[in-house]
């Protein structure tokens, strides 16, 4: 039996990248999952120059042993929110596992602007879709955990300290996913329902792929351009990290914080899909002599300074 055979999730933002891995890796567990999002077949949310769906996801899903069910839904739009809480009601009755890793910020990030020459209209977006979107979706899935008095919220972030993220609008929405998660435990902390966030490392999701223009089979090429390329994961790692999560009875100890797909590699002794165990706070600290969190900072300072180009990793896109 796998160890969430009969337990069902949701994944709110699995089209690609971090979200994608969850969902798929959740089925691979045996679990059931709904994938939700904005692009399906038909209909790319992104337009034509990102070309995955909802539905892709979901085969996935089911061909890995699970039951992937893609149902396309806007999560800003509570009128959405609320149906696709009632269908999953419906449907299957309980909820165990929410995930929250609805983004849509690519073209809002103004990465290296100082926040006074930061767009106020596209921060407000962000906030829009990467926060105000992971509260109302809580808000109306939520409450089916607490029923049963048991289940595990996810908030999928960029980190897992408190270093700056490069610019205010983007370093303010990933922290506050975190602060989200810390929040809920509290209100939950009288329940068995437990609220947590996860960071991957350097995704190798489609888009960066796209980016470097390499493959998964030729992934190491693009090093060449970045050397912390080499110490990146494919979206199936933070996969098996939330997988891990929730199939361990003592993950309420971890309410209220904030973990990374490196460090529960490790504890839970699962790897990326090459069998390797990629680390990426070791990594920094390797290449920057320095502790992750100072390096971390360190290169953000230097990128926006002009003095060295960093490419921002591709966290998950809605």
Same mark, same amino acid.
């Given at each position: 039996?796998?160890?969430?055979?009969?337990?069902?999730?949701?994944?709110?933002?699995?089209?690609?990248?971090?979200?994608?891995?969850?969902?798929?890796?959740?089925?691979?567990?045996?679990?059931?999952?709904?994938?939700?999002?904005?692009?399906?077949?038909?209909?790319?949310?992104?337009?034509?120059?990102?070309?995955?769906?909802?539905?892709?996801?979901?085969?996935?899903?089911?061909?890995?042993?699970?039951?992937?069910?893609?149902?396309?839904?806007?999560?800003?739009?509570?009128?959405?929110?609320?149906?696709?809480?009632?269908?999953?009601?419906?449907?299957?009755?309980?909820?165990?596992?929410?995930?929250?890793?609805?983004?849509?910020?690519?073209?809002?990030?103004?990465?290296?602007?100082?926040?006074?020459?930061?767009?106020?209209?596209?921060?407000? =977006?962000?906030?829009?879709?990467?926060?105000?979107?992971? =509260? =109302?979706?809580?808000?109306?899935?939520?409450?089916?955990?607490?029923?049963?008095?048991?289940?595990?919220?996810?908030?999928?972030?960029?980190?897992?300290?408190?270093?700056?993220?490069?610019?205010?609008?983007?370093?303010?929405?990933?922290?506050?996913?975190?602060?989200?998660?810390?929040?809920?435990?509290?209100?939950?902390?009288?329940?068995?329902?437990?609220?947590?966030?996860?960071?991957?490392?350097?995704?190798?999701?489609?888009?960066?792929?796209?980016?470097?223009?390499?493959?998964?089979?030729?992934?190491?090429?693009?090093?060449?351009?970045?050397?912390?390329?080499?110490?990146?994961?494919?979206?199936?790692?933070?996969?098996?990290?939330?997988?891990?999560?929730?199939?361990?009875?003592?993950?309420?100890?971890?309410?209220?914080?904030?973990?990374?797909?490196?460090?529960?590699?490790?504890?839970?002794?699962?790897? !990326?899909? !090459?069998?390797?165990?990629?680390?990426?706070?070791?990594?920094?600290?390797?290449?920057?002599?320095?502790?992750?969190?100072?390096?971390?900072?360190?290169?953000?300072?230097?990128?926006?300074?002009?003095?060295?180009?960093?490419?921002?990793?591709?966290?998950?896109?809605?």
């Amino acid at each position: 039996m796998k160890p969430l055979e009969g337990r069902i999730a949701l994944v709110a933002g699995a089209t690609r990248g971090a979200g994608r891995g969850i969902a798929t890796m959740l089925g691979e567990a045996g679990a059931t999952v709904y994938c939700t999002g904005r692009s399906v077949r038909g209909n790319l949310a992104s337009g034509p120059k990102r070309p995955e769906t909802l539905e892709e996801t979901a085969e996935r899903v089911t061909a890995l042993g699970g039951k992937g069910i893609a149902v396309r839904v806007d999560h800003s739009v509570e009128e959405e929110v609320e149906a696709l809480a009632q269908r999953i009601r419906a449907e299957a009755g309980h909820l165990d596992v929410l995930v929250n890793d609805i983004w849509g910020g690519e073209s809002l990030m103004e990465l290296g602007l100082p926040f006074w020459k930061q767009s106020a209209q596209k921060a407000r =977006l962000m906030f829009d879709r990467a926060i105000f979107t992971h =509260l =109302l979706t809580s808000r109306h899935l939520v409450p089916m955990m607490v029923e049963r008095n048991q289940g595990l919220i996810v908030e999928v972030t960029d980190g897992d300290s408190f270093g700056y993220r490069g610019a205010v609008a983007y370093d303010v929405t990933k922290m506050a996913v975190i602060r989200l998660a810390f929040a809920m435990s509290r209100d939950l902390r009288r329940t068995n329902v437990t609220a947590l966030a996860i960071t991957p490392g350097f995704l190798r999701s489609e888009e960066m792929l796209d980016y470097f223009g390499v493959t998964e089979a030729t992934w190491r090429d693009a090093a060449k351009k970045d050397p912390n390329f080499i110490a990146s994961e494919t979206p199936a790692y933070v996969g098996r990290a939330v997988a891990a999560l929730a199939a361990d009875p003592n993950v309420r100890a971890r309410a209220g914080r904030v973990v990374a797909s490196w460090t529960l590699a490790r504890e839970y002794g699962f790897t !990326d899909l !090459d069998g390797t165990q990629p680390h990426w706070a070791d990594h920094f600290t390797r290449t920057y002599q320095q502790p992750y969190t100072v390096a971390q900072d360190a290169a953000y300072a230097s990128w926006m300074n002009g003095a060295i180009e960093v490419i921002v990793p591709d966290w998950p896109q809605y």
